[in-house]
Each structure stands twice: as C-alpha cells, then as structure tokens.
C-alpha cells in the first residue's frame, strides 16, 4: 500500500526518471544476455556443424524418410477416396 500512495505522489519528471532506470537496467540485462549467447555459440559452434563427411547420410537419410512419407500418404489419400465412393454407392443403391 505504500508503494501505490508513493506513486501517486511522484511528479511526471520522477516517474520518467525510474522509467529510463528501468530501461537502462534492461537493456544492459538484454546486452549481456546477447554476449553469453554469442560466447555459448562460438565455444559451441562445432556441435551445431555437422562433419562434411556425416552430411550425404543425413541428407539421404532424411530424403529416404520424406519419400517413404510420400508414399504411405498417398496411400492413405487413395483409401479414403476409394471409402468415400463405397459410401456414395451405399446411399444411392439403399435410398
């Protein structure tokens, strides 16, 4: 309570000036965070790299599971077709 009866009582001048206090306070927050962040990444960077040598297999690993994929979706696509027109052939012939 008296934190809400102290900020009445502040002058426009007092409350930007705790304001840009906070402001500055984040920011020098957000820049450090920025600079671990940037640390993390270079003493990281190998891990977020993968070898030359690993690449083709990861690539073709990745390709063969997107095909397979492909396929087991297209036939899902056409079983549902092919259950679609089962049931259009139901309604018409049972009325």
Partial sequence: ???DKQQDNLTREDYQRIKQAEADQF???DRKRVQVEK???RTH???????S???PNIRSTAERKSRNLGK?????ILGLIVAIVI???ILFFVK
């Avoid at 960077?45 to 070898?51: C, I, V």
């Avoid at 087991?72 to 899902?76: C, E």
């Fill in 87 to 89: 049931v259009y052939l």
């Fill in 45 to 51: 960077d190998e891990y977020l790299q993968p070898d």
């Fill in 27 to 29: 920011t020098q927050r």
């Fill in 72 to 76: 087991r979706l297209n036939w899902v």
């Fill in 39 to 41: 640390d993390y990444a």
């Fill in 53 to 55: 040598t690993e690449e």
């Fill in 1 to 3: 309570m008296k934190d």
